[in-house]
């Protein structure tokens, strides 16, 4: 019997929490990657000075000093928001959810990148709206010239994108096709849902520019975290929608989960307050990097000939295609008997395509027990494909949306 794409999705979720499996999986890094001290010492001073309110429920919007101090961020990047424009949310998942479930109503069609990420394409089938691939290539990003002609049709309700190093593809727009980008919406007046997630895990010393920084009318909705950047444990994200959006977005935020948790949201604040979210930043990029060079060179040791490779602009994401018929869903079952987890490709679309992808977490521990794993799942693709010994290719991936 077929396995679902949601008990896949559930298996890569419990694999990540259990020690006896090497996370390649989920997209969660590991948690020496991020600031556990820091974190923790802002959570004790958060505690010891507003415990009252950390005893109490902050209601969307959410702690005006969170809301301060990520509207401060977004300025660094270029992006100047009123605080009071920002809501709080449950991660960036949920920001995403709250802003399609706002534009959108069940039926209606939401362009997304192809390939993208799985939760969104779960957020989508949950919230009873279609997905309509749009090709993306690993150096450039999304096609927009693809993506015209779809909002040329006029059946498109909304688009998601995540124009900073993709999930999973790990690429990042230039800021001209960023702007590009923004200058195609408001031509067809459609809403873009902007996913930076990765925003902040660039190049060491360097953060993009969200496309939010060019929306000129309010079609933008910026969704982000700090789950993947500072804590994963906090799942605190946020959203800025329109003004006219605002009790709209507050209120959906609301029926699903009232509030979100107000030591979590005191607890970043704080942290962000310190000063040394930048340095942090830096060292996690710097390690980041490190992680999917490594990860890139055992797999240019392990996998078969005619493996194709992405090359990430950010983020701790590869996103690897397999010689021939291999059916990657198959082959996690196998993969997860021997303690090793990826995410099958299947996942990252709403058809039949990427059925011999891969996408892999980089910011795994790197040991010996990690390498072997990847040597032991080299050899079950080679199996599964009658190929061995890895030719580099000339030019790092392919075009996955074709």
Known sequence: MAVAGSDRILQLLAAATDPRVVNFGAATPHPDYMPGTAVAAASRTVWGSARRRCMSQAFPPGAVELRTAVARRLAMSGCRLDPDGILITNGCQEAMAIALKTLCRPGDVVAVEAPTYYGLLEVLEQQQLRALPIPADPSQGISLEALDRALQTGDVRACVVTPVASNPLGVTLSDERKQALVDLVERHAVALIEDDTYGELVEAGRRHTPVKAW??????????????????GLRVGWLVAPASRRQSVAFEQYLRTISVNTQAQLTLAQYLATG???????????????????????????????????????????????????????????ALKRGISFAPGALFAPDDRFGNCMRLNAAVAWNGRSYEALETLGGLIERSSGRSGFVPNAGTGADPGG
């Open 276 to 334: 040394q979210v930048d340095r942090q930043l830096r060292s996690a990029a710097r390690s980041y990097r490190g992680c999917v060079s490594e990860l890139i060179a055992r797999i240019e040791r392990h996998f078969p000939a005619g493996t194709l490779i992405s090359a990430p602009q950010g983020g701790f994401l590869v996103w690897v295609e397999l010689p021939g018929a291999v059916d990657t869903a198959s082959l996690l079952g196998e």
């Open 215 to 232: 929306d000129r009318t309010g079609l933008v909705y910026y969704c982000g975290s700090a789950t993947k950047t500072i804590c994963a």
